[in-house]
Nanobody, 117 residues
């Protein structure tokens, strides 16, 4: 069963940067698509960025030009580099994996990102 562990969140001022990490276990990492999601208080969870096995990336419009997703297959880790953070980026960030066409039903504990003005 696939498991994910997120880390790297914290408190940062507006305009600052953070790098989140997602370590994946329990599957053949190199064939997986991995996505970073976030959920702000009172809002639905949304997909922020994803990277497939060929390192093709996709971003939600609000993250384009500020966030960068990357992967290290040897470390079974996906990173989310977040720059120019804004208060609207405050949320719990989660990662999730997809094998083939099916997203995993397992979620990690998430990592809190708080952007203060």
């Amino acid at each position: 069963q696939v498991q994910v562990v997120e880390s790297g969140g914290g408190l940062v001022q507006t305009g600052g940067s953070l790098r989140l990490s997602c370590v994946v276990s329990g599957s053949i990492f190199s064939v997986l698509t991995v996505g970073w999601y976030r959920q702000a208080p009172g809002k639905e969870r949304e997909l922020v960025a994803s990277i497939n096995s060929g390192s093709k990336t996709n971003y939600v419009d609000s993250a384009k030009g500020r966030f960068s997703i990357s992967r290290d297959n040897a470390k079974k880790t996906v990173y989310l580099q977040m720059n120019s953070l804004q208060s609207e980026d405050t949320a719990v960030y989660y990662c999730r994996v997809k094998s083939g066409s099916a997203w995993s039903t397992n979620w990690g504990q998430g990592t809190q990102v708080t952007v203060s003005s």
